[in-house]
């Protein structure tokens, strides 16, 4: 199975500032046959099921606003939230669907400094 | 609208079982796979199962395989999940999840409310 990684379990951010989640995958998640990484994040709130924000690593899903962006590639990824506003405090959780037993990782809480 | 309702949690005795439900609507359920996922009263998310489309590819995560069985019924556009042997470790929210197509990005979209099965004596 493919173990996924999150740093830091959790972060506290000032509004307005930047927060910067990293996810690492065991193996490679990057298809080659059409070059997209298959990794997403999700957005939980407290007592709500997930919400898909972002997917192939870097696109946003439609209505999530623009202060969410993924980068990375391969094993190392990165999700960041560039002005953290309140409505943003959540875990924050990375998911491969490379392969077929789909794995997420511990999950990142943000929290307001 | 596109939405899934999940039924069927409860309490039950180790040992015992349970049937989960998730009713789908706003979408056209047979041409999608589905997804079960728990979450362990304060843990994080842990993909347990999925079925495709017509049922012909079923996965399970390791944790629970040979104790739980995914199924669905595509006329009535539901999914189901069929839970046995019942440990206190399965004590969770138990959501269903649609999964994407991958031509459309892929990940799991949406997700239900989800049911709380509590495993206890």
């Known amino acids: 199975d493919i173990v996924m990684t999150q740093s830091p379990d959790s972060l506290a951010v000032s509004l307005g500032e930047r927060a910067t989640i990293n996810c690492k995958s065991s193996q490679s998640v990057l298809y080659s046959s059409n070059n997209k990484n298959y990794l997403a994040w999700y957005q939980q709130k407290p007592g709500q099921p997930p919400k898909l924000l972002i997917y192939?690593?870097?696109t946003r899903e439609s209505g999530v606003p623009d202060r969410f962006s993924g980068s990375g590639s391969g094993t190392d990824f990165t999700l960041t939230i560039s002005s953290l506003q309140a409505e943003d405090v959540a875990v924050y959780y990375c998911?491969?669907?490379?392969?077929?037993?789909?794995?997420f990782g511990p999950g990142t809480k943000v929290d307001i400094k | 609208e596109v939405q899934l309702v999940e039924s069927g949690g409860g309490l039950v005795k180790p040992g015992g079982s349970l049937r989960l439900s998730c009713a789908a609507s706003?979408?056209?359920?047979?041409?999608?796979?589905m997804n079960w996922v728990r979450q362990a009263p304060g843990k994080g998310l842990e993909w347990v199962s999925s079925i495709s489309s017509s049922s012909s590819y079923i996965y399970y995560a390791d944790s629970v395989k040979g104790r739980f069985t995914i199924s669905r019924d595509n006329a009535k556009n539901s999914l189901y999940l069929q839970m046995n042997s019942l440990r206190a470790e399965d004590t969770a929210v138990y959501y269903c999840?649609?999964?994407?197509?991958?031509?459309?990005?892929?990940?799991?979209?949406?997700w239900g409310q989800g049911t709380l099965v509590t495993v206890s004596s």
């Open positions: 999840a649609r999964e994407r197509k991958i031509a459309a990005g892929g990940g799991f979209d949406p």
């Open positions: 706003g979408f056209t359920f047979s041409s999608y796979s």
């Open positions: 998911q491969q669907y490379y392969s077929t037993q789909f794995t």
């Open positions: 192939w690593a870097s």
